[in-house]
């Protein structure tokens, strides 16, 4: 059963699917820079290290809280 609170919110929201679950690396002043890549970073642009609760994902939705919980959905449109 899903958390039905993750889906209702007082702001208008904007779900956005990230694919990637490792950040992309790229030269500022001739030093690496890491950029998240997986979306959950608290400091971005540049990745925390946050992407390796992903690590484990399967191949379907997930949606994360602001704490960082998980929950696996079918679709963003379930209530339909
Ligand atoms: S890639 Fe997003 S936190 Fe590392």
Do not use: W
């Not at 039905?4 to 679950?21: D, Y």
């Not at 997986?38 to 992407?51: M, R, V």
């Amino acid at each position: 059963m899903r958390d039905e609170s993750l889906f209702h919110t007082t702001a208008m929201a904007r779900l956005v699917e990230h694919k990637r679950n490792r950040p992309y690396v790229v030269k500022v002043g001739g030093e690496d820079a890491y950029i998240c890549g997986c979306g959950l970073s608290g400091k971005k642009p540049f990745c925390d290290g946050t992407h390796k609760k992903t690590l484990d994902e399967k191949d379907q939705l997930y949606i994360y809280d602001e704490k960082g919980n998980r929950v696996g959905i079918t679709s963003f449109y379930d209530n339909e």
